[in-house]
């Protein structure tokens, strides 16, 4: 049964980190228009409360630990629709593109004021967008080189493959796909496939 409350909000905080944890759960439910704020560290325990609340907004750390916020919010998304996903990061950016692919209605960088986290997640919650944090529409531009190595890799190609098939080092493969995991704000080779197929980068 559904736990939202009429005329105000109910907002789920998925963050990993203690101090913004506690943070903004503290700032959010000190608000008045905000009627519970529940708290989860991880995937699969946001996936239960977001069954059990439905909350109108979920703010979502874009990088919890080995998981991926996008694809939380995919996930969110899946068990309860109604759910709007607000991203947000203390360390990178993702595009307005690849976010609205993922499902989430907005980005906040974590280095905004209070007033305008809150500002963004009310707005949110009434239906309405914001990527004013968000990265450009499109990366920091990959070399020609890194789009090669970028679409050997969305084959499953090893970096010794890679090398092998485009002569070069396994060190300079090595350099070349650190600095597109960069660009592209990713940490392994499945998500650099999945943000590059979100971006049409592949």
Same mark, same amino acid.
């Given at each position: 049964?559904?736990?939202?409350?009429?005329?105000?909000?109910?907002?789920?905080?998925?963050?990993?980190?203690?101090?913004? !944890?506690?943070?903004?759960?503290?700032?959010?439910?000190?608000?008045?228009?905000?009627?519970?704020?529940?708290?989860?560290?991880?995937? +699969?325990?946001?996936?239960?409360?977001?069954?059990?609340? %439905?909350? !109108?907004?979920?703010?979502?750390?874009?990088?919890?630990?080995?998981? %991926?916020?996008?694809?939380?919010?995919?996930?969110?998304?899946?068990?309860?629709?109604?759910?709007?996903?607000?991203?947000? %990061?203390?360390?990178?950016?993702?595009?307005?593109?690849?976010?609205?692919?993922?499902?989430?209605?907005?980005?906040?960088?974590?280095?905004?004021?209070?007033?305008?986290?809150?500002?963004?997640?009310?707005?949110?919650?009434?239906?309405?967008?914001?990527?004013?944090?968000?990265?450009?529409?499109? $990366?920091?531009?990959? %070399?020609?080189?890194?789009?090669?190595?970028?679409?050997?890799?969305?084959?499953?190609?090893?970096? $010794? +493959?890679?090398?092998?098939?485009? !002569?070069?080092? $396994?060190?300079?493969?090595?350099? !070349?796909?650190?600095?597109?995991?960069?660009?592209?704000?990713?940490?392994?080779?499945?998500?650099?496939?999945?943000?590059?197929?979100?971006?049409?980068?592949?």
């Amino acid at each position: 049964m559904s736990t939202r409350e009429v005329g105000r909000t109910v907002v789920l905080l998925v963050d990993d980190h203690e101090v913004v !944890h506690w943070g903004l759960r503290s700032l959010l439910s000190n608000q008045s228009w905000v009627a519970r704020c529940v708290s989860a560290r991880n995937g +699969e325990e946001a996936i239960e409360l977001a069954k059990r609340y %439905s909350p !109108h907004v979920a703010l979502v750390d874009l990088f919890l630990g080995t998981e %991926s916020g996008a694809e939380l919010c995919e996930r969110l998304r899946e068990v309860e629709p109604r759910t709007r996903v607000l991203l947000l %990061s203390g360390a990178g950016r993702i595009s307005a593109t690849a976010a609205k692919a993922a499902g989430a209605s907005g980005f906040v960088p974590k280095d905004w004021p209070a007033a305008d986290v809150c500002r963004a997640v009310l707005a949110v919650a009434a239906g309405r967008t914001v990527f004013d944090g968000a990265a450009p529409a499109t $990366p920091a531009g990959l %070399s020609p080189r890194e789009r090669e190595i970028l679409e050997l890799i969305a084959t499953g190609a090893t970096n $010794p +493959e890679i090398a092998k098939t485009l !002569h070069l080092s $396994p060190h300079t493969v090595k350099e !070349h796909t650190s600095s597109l995991y960069r660009k592209l704000e990713v940490r392994n080779r499945a998500e650099a496939v999945r943000a590059a197929d979100r971006l049409g980068l592949t």
